[in-house]
């Protein structure tokens, strides 16, 4: 099966502008002084950045490359909430920023889009504020971010949504709207370095799910399908050996992932993730898994499920031959020849990734497909659902 690469240049021209290469990094102040509104000089710079940020090995490099700017460095530890949403917004706040520049993983961008975007507010953000905010559509108007992802996978630099985590009730809130997209991304594959092996397979995970339901969604278009289909085309090389963690990635798997990870995270910008991240979100509040290891559970049982689509019980209104086709379309991008041989790949991986045993999920099974089911993007998914068939779903072990 030929494997196809889409040209990077037809699919990244639209926003956010993207940098792409070793040693990019460097620009970040430029690019911060760039989408600022701000005349002001020294730059005020709010960075935002994860707990692991000073264990990275280039992390003064960073900071050095900001220097210019009257830098206030903010910690998002962990998944974001309304709390550490409403204080980062505050911290901006009081920092007076002309800009976010947020370095890290997908917590830390997310964290930091949503900060930007409510920053602006007439009141100070609170938890409840920001809960809030997440029921109608984002203000127009917030900072503008520079996102530099330092891991693969998330594609959170390039989405107009942010996954903000409301523990106390046990659910996922989406704060949502064009505030909420970067104005730059910085992909550079030299600031993967120093990420542990684990954390890289759970990335690769998120990114095998979001190019997959990228592609599929009831809402993609012709520009979501190639992108998930080049985001694949990159991502075949990481099933073709059994993935070990304790390798490091080299310069050519950190680009290639970081690229993908791009790639799926427009695709979803444009169509929206499915079933799988809705069935993620139960799965990471109830019983713990990382996102990626969340979306990766069940990845392979979905992709069947969904390849086995016909018109009879399609959601998507043009019909199952359309879902089918843009399946066919990843799986040959990917290498794979068709879907239960790329399911088979995926299960493998995720098997020989070192990430923790799945608990089992039987017992609880008919709560998290009944949860999953309440995230509107299980409507995205291109076949129809319900309890009993996503209890099934869940239940049912690989072939
Ligand atoms: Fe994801």
Redo the contacts with the bound molecule.
């Keep these: 099966m030929s494997v196809v690469h889409v040209p990077v240049d037809t699919l990244l021209t639209e926003s956010p502008r993207t940098l792409i290469g070793a040693g990019r990094a460097a620009a970040v102040a430029k690019e911060a002084e760039t989408v600022s509104q701000s005349a002001s000089r020294p730059l005020r710079v709010l960075l935002v950045v994860g707990a692991g940020f000073s264990r990275r090995p280039w992390h003064t490099a960073v900071v050095g490359a900001l220097r210019p700017a009257r830098l206030h460095v903010a910690v998002q530890p962990g998944m974001p909430t309304p709390a550490s949403v409403a204080r980062l917004a505050g911290e901006a706040r009081d920092h007076r920023a002309d800009v976010v520049v947020a370095v890290g993983g997908?917590s830390v961008l997310d964290g930091a889009k949503a900060a930007a975007a409510l920053s602006y507010e007439p009141a100070d953000p609170t938890c409840a504020s920001v809960a809030g905010a997440c029921d109608e559509p984002a203000p127009a108007t917030g900072l503008p971010v520079v996102a530099v992802p330092t891991t693969p996978?998330?594609?959170a630099e390039a989405t107009p949504f942010a996954t903000i985590w409301d523990v106390d009730r046990g659910r996922k809130l989406s704060l949502r709207g064009g505030s909420v997209l970067p104005s730059v991304a910085i992909l550079d594959p030299d600031l993967l370095l120093g990420l542990p092996g684990t954390r890289f397979a759970c990335s690769l995970l998120?990114t095998f799910?979001?190019a997959l339901e990228g592609a599929w969604s009831t809402r993609a278009d012709d520009r979501a399908e190639a992108l998930g289909a080049a985001a694949w085309a990159r991502l075949s090389r990481f099933l073709d050996r059994p993935y070990r963690s304790a390798e490091a990635p080299d310069a050519s798997e950190r680009r290639a992932a970081l690229l993908a990870g791009h790639y799926a995270g427009r695709a979803?910008a444009v169509a929206g993730?499915t079933v799988c991240?809705a069935l993620?979100y139960p799965l990471t509040l109830r019983h713990g898994l990382d996102?990626?290891h969340a979306?990766g559970v069940t990845l392979g049982r979905v992709l069947r499920y969904n390849a086995a689509v016909e018109d009879g019980d399609c959601a998507d209104a043009r019909g199952a031959a359309r879902v089918r086709a843009a399946i066919a379309r990843v799986t040959d991008a990917a290498g794979a020849g068709d879907a239960p041989t790329l399911a088979r790949r995926i299960e493998s991986f995720l098997a020989s990734s070192g990430l923790p045993p799945v608990p089992d999920l039987r017992p609880d099974a008919a709560r998290v497909a009944a949860e999953a089911l309440s995230y509107d993007r299980a409507g995205n998914n291109p076949r129809r659902l319900s309890i009993e068939s996503l209890t099934r779903l869940l239940t049912t072990t690989a072939p």
């Design positions: 997908g996978g998330t594609g998120d799910a979001q979803i993730t991240h993620s996102h990626g979306c």
